[in-house]
DNA sequence: CCATCGGGGTTCCCTCAGGGAACTTGGGGA
DNA sequence: TCCCCAAGTTCCCTGAGGGAACCCCGATGG
């Protein structure tokens, strides 16, 4: 956890940051999405720290975006995206896609995505839910919403 | 900064989080984003420690999403965007979406955004840059890409 | 011409989170 | 019986975040 805590915020990024935004959430979630799912691998892959991976996978547990399964009748575990983590996913396909752009150079992505629908190796872009045409920075004004601070 | 620096990973998620991945980063860009460019007003409005926000935007500079301008004779500067940091939004715009839907709860979305094209009241959604299908967790399939590291 | 103001930081100290490595637990298998 | 292994738990050390006070510097004003 950040020390200070974003969830009581009225903004959803903020909120959201309170879910994924500690460090090494975004990866744990990723290596959860393409099959590395236990403990030791996790901890292999990333090198991160066995206590924080113990936290952050109980966060996460908590937050409702992944769940623990056992495997084996030994205690032995595997986590799993539940439909909201599922969702969070949408996000990293996002921070993939601007890495992708403005981070990897000369030797190129890392990581290509083949997409079901058409087959092809492709990328992540933003439309809008209701028309389908592009939506990014430029093409939208914020305005207050039921959920919005009252102004006391 | 986190402990660990993830930039060095062959992951584009680990490199931008190398950018964007330090507490309150989102946020501020967020407030640079609509507006809120100056330090005494991104400091007020997010409750940041002055200190903490000095080396965030020294950063989010550094790696060139974000740029200082002076207002006035005085040294004064207030912060924009760049082209690099405008696409970060798309990120903004994505963790809103998943926040609204997962918590927001009964009170409701605290912001709305208008789409410009369409005029409604929107959210962004995942397509395929390609086809225009669209692209959620499961529709992708990762493969090896060119800048993938070279397993010696 | 000196005093004051106010934006934009800088410095200092304190606490607590992350890193790393050793230790623990609880079932299998030889 | 002894050892193994996944999955944590515990310990100490370092360094980042919080908070408040302080500083710099050009503008304004009496």
Redesign the pocket.
Known sequence: ????KFGEMACSIARTLDVIG???SPLILRDVWVGMS????IQADL?????????R??HLVEQGVIE?HP?????????RLTAKGAELVDLLMIMTAWGDRWLAGEAGPPVLYRHHACGEISRADLRCAHCGEPMHAGDVDPLPGPGAAAAT
Chains 1, 2 share one sequence.
């Open positions: 956890m950040q020390r200070t500690e460090p090494w236990r403990f030791e691998q090198g991160i720290s066995r206590k924080v991976l113990t936290e996978l109980n623990r495997y084996d009748r030994r205690p032995r575990y595997e986590y």
